[in-house]
């Protein structure tokens, strides 16, 4: 099954970073572990970012023998619940 994730790209320029987001479609049987991230919060506010007050997660997605980190918006909690499939009706995170 396919998840709808938002996704905190940050992207480093040399002189400064450039902090966005965008939406992004993980299969769920690639998914590797899904953790609060509390890493991301401490950057942002350094940064002085209009993303600091958000909750993120660290999901590791496994592409044959690499890993590949996708640093999401939303708490681990709500991330496992979409991989597991609560409740009758199809969710989507943050949309």
Known sequence: MLLKIRQLVIENLGYKRNISTKNI??????????ADYSGAETFLLSEGSQYSSNNFS???VGHG???EEVIAFGE???IYSLIRGDGNT???LND
């Open 76 to 78: 681990a909690e709500e």
């Open 58 to 60: 660290l999901i590791r």
């Open 25 to 34: 479609y993980l299969n769920s049987t690639n998914i590797v572990s899904v």
């Open 90 to 92: 199809r969710r989507l």
């Open 65 to 67: 023998n690499t890993i």
